[in-house]
């Protein structure tokens, strides 16, 4: 134990009705509190109580229309987070935006602006678009290939850096009673490059973070790549000990190799916890949550999502993880499917066992309060996550039922906080300010 | 006198420390003030409690460096209105944002995201963006030409009105018990244009205000056929009552000629009013407050500006309106130099009285708060102007020295609100609900 006590970082999603597209059905509310800016209000109040380090809403800039589920994406993040900061106090704001289709001055403005006027709250997750339906909102060209979108998005994070930092804080101090400011503060940035060409300075001088904290979500190749760049909270899907043992020494190495300090590298992966008196009732809450109704439902789910024939399928039998890797070449997040195939090469499962591991591609945990306090410590105790970004499979509800039974439990066991202390995000991570060029 | 009285619009501009580039060094404040959201959480209070409409960001997407005065447009102004809006009640916000330089998608989502979340308090001014440093912060391509810039942005705002409204309210009311929505009720727009290429739908519904209140700023040829196309708040410089009426009429005129209703336009042009005891006092700010320091600084600025040899030049001879007339080629804001030339145009004017007439472009009263009052109804009661967008030279000092001074006098004149009635931007405005293609 040093000096500064090793903390358990919490994360909370708080996108529409929860994670889940079916656990709408048994969820408190009604349809109109997707659009409320008030329902949101209560959720994040409801994570404040929690003592979240921040909630985090996902992003996709285009709506999902699937007629059993529910509209996932709705009001802007940014936007939100901006209301929500002034409403709120303490907690922080993970604000997913696209590198693909967004430009890096509007995108550095925008969020330099939102991290001064929540006193250094923003966490910005920036995401390589990867959806053809995304693609069509924003022009006739189809997606870039992948290798393209993580280069681009590499480079843009490059130019918003230089951006965020392009005024010289120091220059603050020495100036003419004559003058309101030293106009060379501000330095173009005169960044010419692959993709983007920004003369700068930035219009808005340097925020309370040094810049936001930049989140990265992929855990492709590239997605690593990026990450060991420029991540700092790195989300992702990690369904096992030596899974996430692995992704984080590669991480952490590919950060060594590009000259980054890997200390400043936070892993907090998506979790769904579901909450029973007992492991069968939580059993049974997974069944309809998912929307299968049955464990047989699940297991059915389960063939058809992984393309297996269903003749004469074992649920019982230990699948083999070769079969599970995902095809790098199809569009969509390669990284989420990676989790599976990663549980099942350090892991002997069976399809009954598989089902019962991760929901909505992320790490599922199922049990009472204890069972599911103890799961979450684990992984954190030997530093294989430093925490978690917890996916509720119904807002409010599952919320609630975290704050009320297991926070408790985890502020006993003395891993957790149990008031908030710091200001800024960077701070409550323990993430070093960033480099600026003016020193 | 109709059955709903004709009521003066104020709005009220908070850039920074205020219009007038030099006007600083008389303000209350230091130079943390442009970077202090508590600041312009009071400017907002201010104006609310002087029951203006709305307060107005102008905005510009780089920085300007002028070394004699500051920084104007700094934190993002629709991440400033969203903050403002939920600390502040009743007020609207006029957000500027450039149409050459965000995709459609991007910006109908966040503006429709700020308008739910304000209660329908949104009026976006969409600027076509006109200065080569802004274009240098976006790309290695120059300015596309005027004309270009103006057709972009007129179907910027056909496809921004598509996905506004790519939600069918109605659909709301009629959905089975075992689904959350009818996901039929949002629809693509597959606009496919010159300058735009487009599937949608939104991933945001219908807002309050069916969309944001568009305003426009243009009066050069390109900006009054935007205006009238899609302008329902005109914010533009008129000095003058002919070039008022003139231009209000050329506005209306397009409009029905497009197709288009010209009841729902409301021109509230720039005012810059500097109060003094008496007219000589109120004189004598304009020099400070324009940093000329004197009439003969003021003249010898007119000189300058306009380009004018000053040898034998005489400020006592009246003006020949012809050489005042704007180069429509020059890269700049042709339609502030307009102003000038109207103004000539209608009157005969010597320097010595012109430099009196405007100030930063905008029409300019000086006086008493009673002289200052009567100017403003001058040209709002015959329907020269629907009321005005008060550009105060020093913030807080001259929003303060208005709300206690002129508001009282033009309520008491019974042309101006003693209280906040209306909840959205378009009941204030008396501006109808945009057509929705569901009818």
Redesign the interface.
């Given at each position: 134990m040093t000096a500064t006590k090793r903390q358990l970082h919490l994360n909370v999603g708080i996108n529409t009705?929860g994670y889940l597209a079916n656990a709408?059905?048994y969820r408190t509310g009604d349809?109109h509190d997707i659009?409320n800016?008030d329902y949101y209000r209560r959720l994040t109040e409801l994570a404040h109580k929690g003592l979240f380090d921040a909630v985090f809403f996902s992003d996709?800039?285009?709506?999902?229309?699937?007629?059993?589920?529910?509209?996932f994406?709705?009001?802007?993040p940014?936007?939100?987070c901006?209301?929500l900061?002034?409403?709120v106090p303490d907690i922080g704001f993970v604000a997913t935006m696209s590198s693909t289709?967004?430009?890096p001055?509007?995108l550095a403005?925008?969020t330099q602006?939102?991290d001064?006027?929540s006193g250094g709250r923003m966490i910005i997750n920036i995401v390589s678009s990867f959806n053809p339906?995304v693609a069509?909102?924003?022009?006739?060209e189809p997606l870039p290939p992948r290798s393209e979108r993580y280069a681009k998005a590499s480079e843009f994070l490059d130019v918003a850096k230089r951006l965020w930092s392009s005024w010289d804080p120091a220059r603050?101090g020495d100036?003419p009673e004559?003058?309101?400011?030293?106009?060379?503060s501000?330095q173009a940035i005169d960044h010419?490059g692959d993709y983007?060409?920004?003369?700068?300075?930035?219009?808005?001088?340097v925020g309370p973070q040094g810049h936001p904290v930049i989140a990265q979500a992929g855990t492709s190749e590239g997605g690593i790549d990026l990450a060991a760049r420029h991540g700092e909270i790195i989300y992702c899907n990690i369904l096992s000990r030596p899974a996430g043992q692995a992704f984080g020494r590669k991480v952490r190495d590919r950060a060594i190799a590009l000259g980054r300090d890997p200390s400043a590298i936070r892993i907090v992966p998506g979790l769904v916890a579901i909450l029973g008196k007992n492991r069968e009732e939580a059993l049974r809450k997974h069944e309809l949550f998912s929307g299968t109704g049955s464990e047989d439902g699940l297991i059915a789910r389960f063939i058809k999502d992984n393309g297996i024939n269903p003749d004469g399928f074992d649920p019982d039998a230990v699948l083999d993880p070769e079969r599970f890797i995902p095809d790098p070449n199809r569009i969509q997040a390669v990284g989420m499917g990676l989790g599976l195939s990663d549980l099942l090469s350090h892991e002997q499962l069976t399809a009954r066992q598989a089902v019962r591991r991760s929901e909505g591609h992320h790490r599922l945990v199922l049990g009472t309060p204890e069972e599911v306090a103890d799961a979450i410590i684990d992984l954190w105790a030997d530093g294989t996550v430093d925490g978690y970004t917890l996916q509720p499979p119904r807002a409010p509800d599952d919320i609630e039922e975290f704050v009320t039974n297991v926070i408790p439990i985890l502020q006993d066991r003395g891993v957790y906080r149990t008031a908030y202390e710091e200001k800024t995000m960077r701070e409550r991570y323990g993430l070093p300010y960033p480099f600026n060029r003016f020193g």
């Amino acid at each position: 134990m040093t000096a500064t006590k090793r903390q358990l970082h919490l994360n909370v999603g708080i996108n529409t009705t929860g994670y889940l597209a079916n656990a709408w059905r048994y969820r408190t509310g009604d349809r109109h509190d997707i659009n409320n800016p008030d329902y949101y209000r209560r959720l994040t109040e409801l994570a404040h109580k929690g003592l979240f380090d921040a909630v985090f809403f996902s992003d996709h800039p285009a709506l999902m229309t699937d007629p059993n589920g529910r509209p996932f994406h709705t009001i802007d993040p940014l936007i939100l987070c901006t209301v929500l900061a002034a409403q709120v106090p303490d907690i922080g704001f993970v604000a997913t935006m696209s590198s693909t289709y967004n430009s890096p001055y509007n995108l550095a403005r925008r969020t330099q602006s939102a991290d001064i006027i929540s006193g250094g709250r923003m966490i910005i997750n920036i995401v390589s678009s990867f959806n053809p339906n995304v693609a069509a909102n924003f022009g006739a060209e189809p997606l870039p290939p992948r290798s393209e979108r993580y280069a681009k998005a590499s480079e843009f994070l490059d130019v918003a850096k230089r951006l965020w930092s392009s005024w010289d804080p120091a220059r603050e101090g020495d100036i003419p009673e004559n003058r309101f400011w030293d106009a060379a503060s501000a330095q173009a940035i005169d960044h010419s490059g692959d993709y983007f060409t920004v003369q700068g300075p930035l219009n808005v001088p340097v925020g309370p973070q040094g810049h936001p904290v930049i989140a990265q979500a992929g855990t492709s190749e590239g997605g690593i790549d990026l990450a060991a760049r420029h991540g700092e909270i790195i989300y992702c899907n990690i369904l096992s000990r030596p899974a996430g043992q692995a992704f984080g020494r590669k991480v952490r190495d590919r950060a060594i190799a590009l000259g980054r300090d890997p200390s400043a590298i936070r892993i907090v992966p998506g979790l769904v916890a579901i909450l029973g008196k007992n492991r069968e009732e939580a059993l049974r809450k997974h069944e309809l949550f998912s929307g299968t109704g049955s464990e047989d439902g699940l297991i059915a789910r389960f063939i058809k999502d992984n393309g297996i024939n269903p003749d004469g399928f074992d649920p019982d039998a230990v699948l083999d993880p070769e079969r599970f890797i995902p095809d790098p070449n199809r569009i969509q997040a390669v990284g989420m499917g990676l989790g599976l195939s990663d549980l099942l090469s350090h892991e002997q499962l069976t399809a009954r066992q598989a089902v019962r591991r991760s929901e909505g591609h992320h790490r599922l945990v199922l049990g009472t309060p204890e069972e599911v306090a103890d799961a979450i410590i684990d992984l954190w105790a030997d530093g294989t996550v430093d925490g978690y970004t917890l996916q509720p499979p119904r807002a409010p509800d599952d919320i609630e039922e975290f704050v009320t039974n297991v926070i408790p439990i985890l502020q006993d066991r003395g891993v957790y906080r149990t008031a908030y202390e710091e200001k800024t995000m960077r701070e409550r991570y323990g993430l070093p300010y960033p480099f600026n060029r003016f020193g």
